[in-house]
């Protein structure tokens, strides 16, 4: 018994630490003053006080304000709700950015929405 307890811990000491993961703690706010950076098809980032963001962007065929998820409709004319996320050096919710005219417009034009956003408005970040 003492040998099986001596093991689990063993065990647990060396697995569960890097499950854990590492912390960073970053302060943005409504006066934080951000420029965007650069993006591609999906990935966006912009430098907010020295502070390096990255996200991405979604067209989703739903509107809205903050969601956990968004969804996408099979029919792809209907996915024209740009959608952005920040993924570092936090993850946020899922924030609306605006309804295109078209899906394609969406996916043109997402990601370079998300990274500009942040130029007017940085309420989303600290949500």
Request: charged share 20%.
């Given at each position: 018994?003492?040998?099986?307890?001596i093991?689990?811990?063993?065990?647990?000491?060396?697995?569960l630490?890097?499950?854990?993961?590492?912390?960073?703690?970053?302060?943005?706010?409504?006066?934080?003053?951000?420029?965007?950076?650069?993006?591609?098809?999906?990935?966006?980032?912009?430098?907010?006080?020295?502070?390096?963001?990255?996200?991405v962007?979604?067209?989703?065929?739903?509107?809205?304000?903050?969601?956990?998820?968004?969804?996408?409709?099979?029919?792809?004319?209907?996915?024209?709700?740009?959608?952005?996320?920040?993924?570092?050096?936090?993850?946020?919710?899922?924030?609306?950015?605006?309804?295109?005219?078209?899906?394609?417009?969406?996916?043109?034009?997402c990601?370079?929405?998300?990274s500009?956003?942040?130029?007017?408005?940085?309420?989303?970040?600290?949500?």
């Amino acid at each position: 018994m003492k040998k099986l307890l001596i093991t689990i811990t063993t065990i647990y000491t060396i697995v569960l630490p890097p499950a854990l993961g590492a912390y960073k703690c970053v302060y943005l706010d409504n006066d934080t003053r951000c420029s965007a950076k650069s993006h591609t098809s999906s990935d966006w980032s912009a430098t907010c006080d020295e502070i390096e963001i990255s996200g991405v962007a979604f067209c989703g065929s739903d509107g809205g304000d903050i969601a956990g998820e968004v969804n996408a409709s099979e029919t792809s004319t209907d996915n024209k709700y740009c959608w952005c996320k920040m993924v570092s050096p936090a993850v946020s919710d899922w924030q609306f950015e605006r309804q295109f005219s078209s899906a394609s417009d969406c996916l043109t034009t997402c990601t370079t929405a998300c990274s500009g956003i942040l130029s007017i408005n940085t309420d989303w970040l600290t949500d």
